[in-house]
Structure formats: C-alpha cells, structure tokens
C-alpha cells in the first residue's frame, strides 16, 4: 500500500509541476492549458488521488514523510504582515503557543532555531513528566505542522522551572531612566522620537552611566541633556554620568522597518524543504534597503517554484499596510542559491 501511495503521490507532484502557476490558481490552470480530453483525466486522476489522501488521512495518525514532501509543494505561501492588526497571532510560534495550551500544558517559551531547524519548546510542568508530555504532545505538534505545509521541523521539548517574578518596571532605575528621557525629548517638540528607545543604562558596583541616543536632525541637544540631568538629579536617582551618542533618525527608521519585512518573507517559506531556507540578513545604505533570504539549493528551482514566490513577495508589496510600512524606501529582495547566486530578485 506505501508503495502504490508514493508511486501515486510522485506521479501527482509531476504533473503539478507541469502546469504550477500559482498553488492558490494550480487547477484552473491546468485546465486552461489541456484539451478537453485531457480536462476529463486530469479530474479524474485528481479525484482518485484526492480520496486516496482523504483515506490515508482519516486511517494514519500523522503524516508520512511522502505526504509531508507533497504537502510542503502544495500548500500557496502566504505572507502575513507581522506589523498589522491583519495578523492575528498568525505566526507559527503563536499558533503553536495556542496548540499547547489547548493541550493543558503551560508554556514557558517557544523558539525557532533556523540554522539546526529545530522548534525548541520549554514547558513548566506540575502534574506531568517531561517524557509523558513528549509523547503526548510530539505527533500532535509534528501533525499540526505537516497540515501547514512544515516538514524540516525537529521538535525538541524541555522542562523549565517557574521564574520567580520580576519587581515591576516602575520600581527599577532604567525605567525611571527612560520615562524622564521621553518625557523631556516630547517637551521639546520630539515625541515621534521619543517612542524609540532613546535611553540605555550601564549598572555597576559603583556608578551607574546613562547612554543617551540623540538624533542627528535635534538642535537643542545641549539643553534637552541639561534637562535630562536636572530631572535625574530632582528624583535623586543613582546616576553618575550621562554619554551621549548622535545617529541618523530617518535611517534608523528606515531599519526597523525592514527588519519586519525580512523576517515576513522569511518566516512564511522557513521550515518547507522545498525551499530550503538557511538564514535571512539585511541592511540599509545610503536610502536602499537589501534583503537577502539564504538557501541550501545547488540548483535553480523550478520555473513554477520561482513565480510563486515572486507572486508571494508581490501580493505582501501590494497590501495597504505593507505600503505603509515601506513607505517610499528603495528596496532590492534577493533570495540565494547555496553558491550565493541569486534566483529571485524583486526591485523598485
């Protein structure tokens, strides 16, 4: 039986193939494309297949590692902006947050680790062992992932103690700190560069030193510092200097932007072995930003695989919060072969 499935399986990812325009449109393509006797066997074979798929679905309790490969070709990617209201908690480690404690288990933390591909998950256990919550939650976790298209993912699970409660934030130096430096830069004029974190505090056994981020662009540094240190010195805090150091505000800006759209377009094609992802970086210079998705592909992909990403990256561009998020910035996307050769690459 596994061999005829595979061998049906195999045939299927063939045809798909042929024809794949986009995974959302792949049917109607294919029978835009057919004569009309190939239109009445491709339906056919394609519902055969399908109630295959329905059979060994219903009968097996999670994927094979033949049905995980299909699937992972199958399933469209979508880009969910991880900046809008739009998603949701759609990001995979919040989907898996939701999983687990539908399950019962209370979750200490979820990380993704993309150079080993492995899903580390840390529970605080109480009234269960760390193996019986492995080999109750291991194939629900690996099923939930085959069902979205995930098949490069290792599950690793982890026993965490509670932590202790932290003192609340207003009781603490830094956050004084940081309340009076955002304060003083809105008293001037500056509260759109006061939502960014302009304030750092280096503690030791006998000193403490602010660090102060100050925009390249604000005139009255001198006298916003004076203030600063007047404010510090009313609330009698344990502050021995203030250093200040200048940058660029719009490039700054600029940075923290694509930092959410790289990890956007990574996120959506990570753990999918059709793609193969290893790592994503970027940088911003001189107004243009560059974004370069890694992969572990010797080959070229197919034609299809190649649009489809493309179309994926062009429909993220096109969303209305995605607009807003770019703005009017210059950007070049990049994805890479293993040798560093780019087969993919979206430009304004």
């Not at 130096?173 to 309340?179: A, C, D, Q």
Request: with cysteine; glycine share 2%; net charge negative.
């Amino acid at each position: 039986m596994k061999s005829f499935l595979d061998e049906q399986f195999s045939n299927l990812e063939q045809e798909l193939k042929m024809k794949d325009e986009s995974k959302s449109i792949l049917r109607n393509k294919i029978l835009q494309n057919t004569q009309i006797s190939k239109k009445r066997n491709m339906r056919t074979y394609t519902w055969i297949i399908t109630a295959i798929c329905t059979f060994v679905l219903i009968m097996s309790p999670f994927y094979s590692s033949t049905m995980a490969s299909l699937v992972a070709k199958i399933v469209p990617i979508s880009i969910t902006p991880s900046f809008s209201d739009r998603q949701h908690n759609s990001d995979l480690t919040s989907q898996l947050v939701k999983l687990l404690e539908e399950e019962g288990y209370k979750v200490n933390s979820i990380g993704i680790i993309p150079s080993t591909n492995t899903i580390e998950i840390s529970l605080i256990l109480k009234d269960s062992t760390l193996k019986k919550a492995t080999d109750d939650l291991e194939p629900k976790i690996k099923n939930y992932l085959y069902e979205n298209g995930y098949d490069k993912y290792e599950i690793k699970v982890s026993e965490a103690t509670e932590a202790p409660p932290n003192k609340p934030w207003d009781e603490s130096l830094f956050n004084k700190v940081r309340e009076i430096v955002k304060e003083v830069f809105a008293s001037y004029g500056y509260a759109k560069e006061a939502d960014f974190e302009l304030a750092g505090l280096t503690k030791s056994w006998f000193s403490n030193t602010v660090t102060i981020d100050m925009p390249d662009h604000i005139q009255e540094s001198t006298e916003i510092i004076a203030d600063i240190e007047k404010e510090i010195e009313s609330q009698n805090l344990d502050v021995k200097d203030i250093k200040v150091n200048t940058f660029n505000f719009e490039h700054r800006r600029q940075d923290n932007r694509w930092a959410y759209i790289a990890s956007d377009i990574y996120d959506a094609m990570a753990g999918k072995s059709i793609y193969q992802l290893t790592g994503v970086s970027y940088k911003v210079k001189k107004g243009h930003s560059y974004v370069w998705i890694k992969t572990d592909l010797d080959e070229l992909p197919s034609e299809e695989i190649v649009r489809e990403i493309e179309l994926a990256i062009q429909e993220y561009f096109a969303l209305p919060e995605t607009k807003e998020q770019i703005q009017n910035d210059n950007y070049t996307i990049q994805l890479l072969l293993k040798n560093e050769k780019p087969f993919v690459k979206i430009t304004n």
